[in-house]
């Protein structure tokens, strides 16, 4: 028997096993209703963010501060964005089954588990090797699924590479041309652009036509995002 649909207004809960403990099927709930507050509605991206435990990729210190809306301390000088900004990024990324997806900004590997819980294909670049070896074990943990981790300069030029989506973990002066020109056609970059000393969410889409349309959102609170590979750590 099919279940019935939900009623209008009402919250799916996520489902447990009967074995899991009540307070953290709480506060996985708690934290799936906060991003709702904030207005995210997507019903892709609030199901991934629910399924991809962030408690797996925080600071242990910071662990009880894993399923709540705030960034945390990362290694290297980092952070790890907060849940509602990376809500918001995804949604604005507007990402499709089996895509391939660039992240520029591995940091903590949390975001690269949410796009292949999305069903992204992702390549994911970071320029700190202290994080991107700590990502990858992270990833293993939750069996993330299509990611590829790489030390380098995700800001850098790609020869004869194309993405259909580009997000970038961080904030920028402006959007390198190198960057832009990873998106095969239809594609779309996400990040944030700085403006007057405030980032603000950035979309870029690739027409069909080759011409690029750029669309501000609203403000975020994002770290810059360092071009070039780091030289220690």
Do not use: W
């Not at 399924?51 to 399923?67: M, T």
Request: glycine share 10%; with cysteine.
């Amino acid at each position: 028997m099919s279940e019935a649909p939900p009623k209008p207004g009402q919250i799916d809960l996520p489902f447990f096993p009967a074995d899991c403990r009540e307070d953290e099927a709480i506060g996985v709930a708690s934290f799936i209703l906060s991003l709702r507050a904030r207005g995210i509605r997507d019903t892709a991206v609030l199901r991934a963010m629910e399924l991809v435990p962030r408690e797996v990729f925080a600071p242990r210190r910071f662990s009880d501060l894993s399923r709540t809306d705030v960034a945390l301390p990362l290694p290297c000088g980092q952070t790890m964005t907060s849940p509602g900004t990376v809500a918001t990024m995804l949604v604005a990324l507007g990402l499709g089954q089996g895509q391939r997806v660039l992240e520029v900004g591995t940091g903590s590997g949390y975001v690269t588990a949410v796009l292949a819980k999305l069903g992204a294909e992702v390549h994911s670049v970071e320029r700190f090797s202290t994080l991107a070896e700590s990502a990858a074990q992270h990833l293993k943990i939750v069996d993330a699924g299509k990611v590829r981790i790489e030390i380098g300069d995700g800001l850098a030029t790609r020869p004869r590479e194309r993405f259909d989506r580009i997000l970038l973990n961080g904030a920028v002066a402006e959007i390198p041309h190198a960057v832009t020109t990873l998106l095969g056609m239809g594609g779309r970059l996400v990040g944030a652009l700085t403006l007057e000393g405030l980032p603000r969410l950035v979309r870029i889409d690739k027409l069909e036509g080759g011409e690029f349309r750029q669309e501000l959102g609203a403000p975020l609170r994002l770290s810059p995002l360092v071009p070039g590979a780091a030289t220690t750590l």
